[in-house]
């Protein structure tokens, strides 16, 4: 069964630094990789994705993600951290055979706090 | 605004209780999704439908759970007997197709049912 793994309940980090937010993934088949975010009273918001080509795609506000095969990452950075970030933030997976290629599945998700 | 409406945006009721929670998706879009968030967890798929039909229905707990569409656009979420446990917030989600290769989810700000 397709699943994604977020290690981290939370992650701090000081404004002006680069962040991390670690996601693994555990697919058959090829994996489509999604990552959202969501602010206080606010509804998830795509970041970005990755289905085919580049390892390294760019997506909203800054951010990009690194897919990497061999340690079945999907990792969310940034170079340098706005105290605006502080949010969760969630990877999921594209579903998987069975008729799940319509639908994500979602990690626990990690909440981001960028301190001043 | 054009985005993903839900409502009510808080449900309390007593255990034993029939709720039914709406989502009126964005236009035009005729994949919608209902998914259920539980405190610290990450969105939990229910159902999703493509049109008119349930495409999968495969993430409904029980048989007290059940939604409809009957006309291709706002989509009812109805819970029978409310449980304790079926407090949580309960997310809608619109795409312009159900193809996640190309597509990507757009979220209602939820539903949070406490049922007491």
């Known amino acids: 069964a397709q699943s994604v793994a977020q290690p981290e309940d939370q992650v701090n980090v000081a404004e002006g630094n680069p962040l991390t937010v670690k996601c693994t993934y555990s697919?058959?088949?090829?994996?489509?990789l999604f990552w959202y975010v969501q602010y206080p009273n606010r509804g998830l918001q795509f970041l970005l994705k990755?289905?085919?080509?580049?390892?390294l795609v760019k997506g909203s506000y800054g951010f990009e993600a690194e897919f990497n095969k061999s340690q079945t990452s999907f990792h969310l950075k940034k170079p340098s951290a706005l105290v605006s970030d502080s949010a969760l933030y969630f990877c999921?997976?594209?579903?998987?055979?069975?008729?799940?290629?319509?639908?994500?599945?979602f990690g626990a998700g990690t909440r981001l706090a960028v301190h001043p | 605004g054009a985005g993903v409406s839900q409502t009510p945006s808080n449900k309390v009721t007593e255990k034993g209780k029939y709720v039914e929670l709406r989502c009126d998706p964005i236009s035009g879009h005729t994949a919608l999704y209902w998914y259920r968030q539980s405190l610290g967890q990450g969105p939990e798929f229910l159902i999703y439908f493509q049109g008119t039909g349930a495409a999968d229905d495969s993430g409904l707990p029980n048989d007290r759970f059940f939604a409809v569409r009957p006309e291709g656009s706002v989509s009812t979420l109805k819970i029978q007997r409310t449980e304790r446990g079926d407090s949580a917030v309960y997310l809608c989600?619109?795409?312009?197709?159900?193809?996640?290769?190309?597509?990507?989810?757009?979220f209602g700000e939820g539903s949070r049912l406490t049922v007491l």
């Open positions: 989600a619109s795409s312009p197709r159900a193809d996640l290769n190309t597509g990507e989810l757009f």
């Open positions: 990755y289905i085919t080509g580049d390892n």
């Open positions: 999921a997976v594209r579903g998987g055979e069975g008729g799940g290629y319509n639908k994500l599945i």
């Open positions: 697919v058959s088949g090829n994996p489509y």
